[in-house]
C-alpha cells in the first residue's frame, strides 16, 4: 500500500486531500495543530474509505517539533505499514487572512513566514529521507501568488510567502528529479474551507457576504469546495501525474477570468 502524510489535514483542503487518497488506496498520516477533533473525522472518513489513517499533532510553525514528529512517522510506517518510507507528501497546513502593508506587522509577517514558507520548506527537509524514490511532493499555494491572479489589496504578505512557496517548488522539482521524486504545487482560488485567518475568524463562514461576489467573478460560477482542490491534490500525486514535475497547477473554477 501507498502512503502519504498529509500535513495540515484536520480541516479544508488537506482534509479533502487526506480522504480522495484514501478512496484511491493510499494509507495516510495526518497531522493537525488546534483540531484534534477534525484529525479523528479525517481518519475516520480515510478508514471510511476503506483504507487506513492515523493522525499525529504537529505545529508547522515551530521547526524544533519536526524531528520528533519524523521519529513519529517512522514508527507508524513500521507498525501499521510494515514500510521504512512513505510515497506523497502533501503541505497543506496554513492560514489565511489580510493586512493593509502599512498595518503589516513583523510579528505577523514573522507568522506568515514561518507557518506558509520555513515550514514547509523544513519539514520537507526532515521527512525527506522517508520519502521513496519515485515519490511525490504538493505544495498548496494561493492563486494570489500567480503572475495572472488578482492583485488584491491586504495580501503583500500572505501572497509573498506563496509566492516564495512557488519558487521552492520549482527549484526543489529540480533537485529531486534524480531520485525520480516529482515536485508540483496546487493554486486554489477562493475555496469554502474552516481555515482560520490571523485574528482566529472561521473562513467564509464569518463572511457570508462575500460569496456570492466571489462566485460573480469566477468562470464556472461557484465558490471552490476543498474536494474540488483535493481531488487535484490526489491526481498530481499519484499515476495519474506521472510525467508532471515543477508546475504550478492553478485549481480556481476561473477565477478572475
Known amino acids: 500500500?501507498?502512503?502519504a502524510v498529509v500535513v495540515g489535514g484536520s480541516s479544508g483542503i488537506g482534509q479533502a486531500a487526506a480522504v480522495e487518497l484514501g478512496?484511491?488506496?493510499v494509507g495516510v498520516i495526518v497531522t493537525y495543530s488546534g483540531n484534534p477533533a477534525g484529525a479523528e473525522d479525517t481518519v475516520a472518513a480515510v478508514e471510511k474509505e476503506g483504507s487506513t489513517a492515523v493522525a499525529f499533532r504537529l505545529d508547522v510553525g515551530r521547526t524544533e517539533e519536526f524531528p520528533e514528529f519524523r521519529?513519529?512517522?517512522?514508527?507508524?510506517l513500521q507498525e501499521k505499514w510494515q514500510r521504512d518510507t512513505f510515497d506523497y507528501l502533501v503541505n497543506s497546513a496554513g492560514f489565511g487572512g489580510m493586512a493593509m502593508f502599512e498595518d503589516v506587522t513583523e510579528e505577523l509577517f514573522d507568522r506568515f513566514h514561518r507557518v506558509l514558507l520555513k515550514g514547509p520548506y523544513f519539514l520537507t527537509q526532515t521527512l525527506l529521507p522517508l520519502?521513496?524514490?519515485g515519490g511525490?511532493?504538493?505544495n498548496v499555494s494561493s492563486n494570489s501568488a500567480l503572475p495572472t491572479g488578482e492583485a488584491d489589496p491586504g495580501y503583500t504578505a500572505y501572497a509573498a510567502m506563496k509566492g516564495g512557496l512557488n519558487v521552492w517548488t520549482r527549484v526543489l522539482?529540480?533537485?529531486l528529479a534524480g531520485r525520480g521524486i516529482r515536485v508540483n504545487a496546487v493554486s486554489p482560488g477562493p475555496t469554502r474551507t474552516r481555515l482560520a485567518d490571523a485574528d482566529g475568524v472561521v473562513g467564509f463562514d464569518a463572511y457570508p457576504e462575500v460569496i456570492p461576489m466571489l462566485a460573480?467573478?469566477?468562470?464556472l460560477g461557484r465558490l471552490g469546495e476543498p474536494d474540488d482542490i483535493g481531488v487535484a491534490v490526489a491526481a498530481l500525486l499519484g499515476d495519474d501525474g506521472r510525467?508532471?514535475?515543477a508546475q504550478n497547477i492553478e485549481v480556481s473554477g476561473g477565477f478572475g477570468l
Not at 71 to 76: K, S, T
Not at 216 to 219: G, L, V, Y
Request: net charge positive; charged share 30%.
Open 1 to 3: 500500500m501507498r502512503v
Open 136 to 138: 511525490a511532493i504538493v
Open 173 to 175: 522539482a529540480k533537485e
Open 243 to 245: 510525467w508532471i514535475t
Open 216 to 219: 460573480a467573478k469566477t468562470a
Open 23 to 25: 478512496r484511491r488506496g
Open 131 to 133: 520519502l521513496a524514490d
Open 71 to 76: 521519529e513519529r512517522v517512522a514508527g507508524a
